[in-house]
RNA sequence: GGUCCCGUAGCUCAUCAGGAUAGAGCGACAGAUUCCUAAUCUGUAGGUAGCAAGUUCGAGUCUUGCCGGGAUCACCA
């Protein structure tokens, strides 16, 4: 238990014990009472907002009820002061040991430090990626794939049963494109002139190696065939090569998928029926005609009779179309029914990563969730913004028809992908992204990889440095001085941070945290530089050199721990 | 025009389900290297959190309206 935790409870005793002697009403909720670090550390160790929580309940004005809180929490072990602040802050102050108690336990931990269960191993479902099989993915795929694998690692470390899945969106119109783009470099690589590829087409070249394939395994057998007799075999010949690309390309960022669904799968299984039975037995389906969008109206509008989902009764502007006036189903269809297909093979809640062109689609889709789940928090939709690709602040020029994106194989090489991962995530998801490869590839302060890594390569180095091996167990009380006690205090602050960010589906707090207990290891070192007496080996004094070694490893560990989540290495040395 | 996201120091961004005097890095300026990795650290300057109301003990955070930037907008996928 951290001594916030530890606090949590002590406080939840006293309160407990205030009822009973009627300074205070029953039924308390007290689920808001937290014990923190100061933002400002002149305030003391710990502060708690327990009177400014309990006011309203209590019926006290927070600084009186804040009296009644201060008494209690002064007898409390380890406690030296206890002040009211601003508002109704308690402040306290603790003996050290009190915070050096946490190291032992990180020691036993190891880079386990920090798991939990507070997802209570429930199963959670998060697809991410799910880039349209067409093409290699590109740079800007990847902050959905790293979020997304980011956040699974995160929620998997917080006792979630996570499933890591991706969905190929081969059923559409653009498959078919691929196909008949494929066929042309088939009939390329079997000797033919092809001449320019067609607008309309895919021209990028990493199909002229789909099309040699082709044509190992078909020779001339679908030469000058009409289009039916050969587009569903190449069109699936050409997906299976693609998505092994992308599989690969996946595996480089070091992310592995548990999961492929297939859109084509899905509807040739009716699954698309079922689930507009679904949603019409719930009486959630009828036929009308749609309004025109307002404000700015299509020039070739005119007004289709089609089937409607009722989605403005689940909070969308406005109702969606399920089935084109052809007949055939739409895209919002097959999503539909693939995330029924989701929320029964899951039994649990849903995380979809899109990318900020998808921000239209997040109200109708949670729409259709709360529809079939008649619930309306199953779903979870994380927007990433856009990444706004720079070299030494000059914008890369990125062109699909040019064939000049910028692909995530092309990123990994120039920067490698311990460094996609984590500049990915020192941004908010909601937030644009700059991401400068003379910047990111820089070895100094300004780049956070870098700077965390140093850290962690740096304790290790401390660690081989030691002339005697750590002892574990031994006394922790000669960590006194500020800095210690500082790094000390943002590693136990580590359990209850991983927790929060999993609850908040945040993976780039993670990130950020590793920053700050960077920050805090190397200025701790720093001041071994200017006063000797604060180094971690030091001659003769093996019991402070011992205990010092302890803080050293713990701070090793946890850097690990944090680095594991977001599946980035911990290197030893640099 | 509708919807969604964003607007915080010169620049890039944090702010942990509303908390104290809004924090970091870069850049600027002033310093620290016979010493566990100076690839680092210490200090100074820099702010009306786009603007205006509202909600309450308290708002960068929640609500509304404006302003500015981005994304997206019926049978495409």
Same mark, same amino acid.
């Given at each position: ?40 550390? !002149? ?46 802050? %308690?402040?306290? *102050? ?8 946490? &190291? ?49 690692? @995160? ?51 990493? @199909? ?65 029926? @079922? ?114 690709? *720079? ?12 064939? !000049?994106?910028? !692909?995530?194989?092309?990123? %990994? ?7 996609? *991962?984590? &500049? ?33 390569? *740096? ?108 599946? %980035? ?6």
């Amino acid at each position: 238990m951290t001594v916030f935790a530890a606090f949590e409870a002590e406080f939840k005793t006293i309160s407990d014990r205030l009822v009973e002697a009627g300074s205070l009403p029953k039924g308390l909720d007290s689920s808001r009472v937290v014990f923190e670090l100061p933002r400002d550390e !002149t305030h003391g160790d710990l502060a708690t907002n327990a009177a400014m929580v309990l006011a309203k309940q209590a019926g006290m004005k927070p600084r009186d009820l804040a009296e009644i809180f201060v008494a209690a929490l002064a007898k409390l072990d380890g406690v030296t002061a206890v002040e009211i602040a601003g508002p109704g802050f %308690i402040n306290l *102050r603790i003996a050290p040991t009190r915070w050096t108690a946490e &190291i032992p336990t990180i020691l036993t931990a190891g880079d386990s430090y920090g798991k939990n269960n507070s997802g209570g191993g429930a199963p959670v479902n998060i697809e991410f990626v799910s880039a349209n099989p067409t093409g290699p993915l590109h740079a800007a795929h990847a902050r959905g794939a790293v979020i997304g694998d980011a956040l699974a690692g @995160l929620m998997a470390f917080c006792g979630w049963q996570v499933t890591r899945e991706y969905y190929i969106n081969d059923a559409g119109a653009q498959v078919d494109i691929l196909a008949r783009s494929a066929y042309l470099r088939y009939c390329e690589a079997r000797g033919r002139d092809i001449g320019e590829i067609p607008a309309g087409l895919y021209p990028g070249l990493y @199909l002229t190696d789909v099309g040699e394939m082709l044509a190992a395994k078909y020779g001339d057998d679908f030469l000058d065939k009409p289009e039916d007799e050969w587009l569903p075999t190449i069109r699936s010949a050409a997906i299976t090569a693609i998505m092994a690309g992308i599989e690969k390309d996946l595996a480089d960022l070091g992310i592995s998928m548990d999961r492929f669904s297939s859109e084509r799968a899905l509807v040739d299984s009716g699954a698309v029926q @079922l689930a507009i039975e679904r949603l019409q037995d719930a009486g959630h389906l009828y036929h009308g005609v749609l309004q025109p969008p307002k404000g700015k109206e299509p020039e070739d509008w005119e007004p289709r009779e089609q089937l409607l989902f009722k989605a403005t009764a689940f909070g969308d502007d406005t109702d969606r179309p399920l089935q084109k006036s052809d007949g055939s189903w739409t895209y919002f269809a097959a999503d539909v029914a693939y995330h029924l297909n989701k929320l029964e093979r899951t039994k649990g809640k849903l995380i979809n990563i899109f990318g900020a062109d998808h921000g239209g689609y997040v109200k109708r889709m949670k729409a259709a969730t709360a529809a079939l789940s008649g619930q309306s928090d199953m779903l979870d939709i994380k927007l990433c913004q856009l990444v706004h690709l *720079r070299d030494n602040g000059q914008p890369v020029k990125m062109s699909k028809r040019a064939g !000049t994106f910028v !692909t995530v194989e092309d990123v %990994i090489k120039a920067v490698g992908a311990d460094v996609i *991962r984590f &500049i990915m995530l020192t941004r908010r998801n909601d937030q644009t992204l700059e991401f400068d490869f003379a910047k990111v590839t820089e070895q100094s302060r300004d780049n956070p990889v870098f700077y965390v890594q140093y850290a962690h390569a *740096r304790a290790c180095s401390v660690l081989r440095q030691a002339a005697k091996p750590i002892k574990t167990g031994q006394s922790l009380d000669l960590i006194t001085d500020p800095a210690e006690l500082l790094l000390v205090k943002t590693l136990a602050s580590w359990p209850k941070l991983v927790e929060s960010a999993a609850l908040a589906h945040e993976p780039h707090r993670v990130a950020f945290y590793l920053v700050d207990l960077a920050g805090a290891f190397h200025s701790l070192w720093n001041a071994g530089r200017d006063n000797p007496a604060l180094r971690f080996n030091i001659d003769g004094q093996d019991d402070l050199t011992n205990a010092r070694l302890q803080l050293v490893q713990a701070t090793s560990f946890v850097i690990r721990a944090g680095l594991n989540v977001l599946s %980035i290495a911990a290197v030893e040395e640099m």
